[in-house]
């Protein structure tokens, strides 16, 4: 196993929260500019999105998910910041990680009932 691959597990080692396999559009908000975006994995302090515009590591901003479930929505607000990005690694698109924080009550209760309801009943 490679140095890299053994780091990675070990973060996946580490983790508090499952992440979960989640798509979605989303749209981060970086000085003043809005981004869309697509989830590809989420969990309760971060996720993973492809984007076609390539932005630097520690970039911080706003992201939104709203979540559309036929008559209900699932909205969650947080602040990012990238801790993770490879440019043109999916389709030509760029990945980046982003850690959230600064989650409001209604947010986290969204994005934990996502989280749960997305999460394999093998993972607790």
């Given at each position: 196993?490679?140095?890299?691959?053994?780091?990675?597990?070990?973060?996946?080692?580490?983790?508090?929260w499952p992440r979960v396999d989640f798509t979605?559009?989303?749209?981060?908000?970086?000085?003043?500019?809005?981004?869309?975006?697509?989830?590809?994995?989420?969990?309760?302090?971060?996720?993973?999105?492809?984007?076609?515009?390539?932005?630097?590591?520690?970039?911080?901003?706003?992201?939104?998910?709203?979540?559309?479930?036929?008559?209900?929505?699932?909205?969650?607000?947080a602040n990012f910041k990238i801790i993770r990005?490879?440019?043109?690694?999916?389709h030509g698109f760029n990945t980046m990680g982003?850690?959230?924080?600064?989650?409001?009550?209604?947010?986290?209760?969204?994005?934990?009932?996502?989280?749960?309801?997305?999460?394999?009943?093998?993972?607790?």
């Open positions: 196993m490679d140095l890299m691959h053994q780091e990675a597990e070990g973060m996946d080692n580490k983790r508090k979605v559009h989303a749209t981060m908000d970086v000085d003043g500019e809005s981004i869309e975006v697509g989830c590809r994995n989420l969990s309760m302090n971060g996720m993973l999105v492809s984007s076609p515009k390539s932005l630097p590591l520690g970039t911080s901003g706003r992201v939104r998910i709203l979540h559309v479930m036929g008559r209900e929505s699932l909205l969650v607000l990005s490879d440019e043109g690694q999916s982003l850690t959230l924080f600064d989650i409001d009550g209604d947010s986290s209760i969204n994005l934990f009932n996502i989280v749960r309801h997305n999460t394999p009943d093998n993972v607790s």
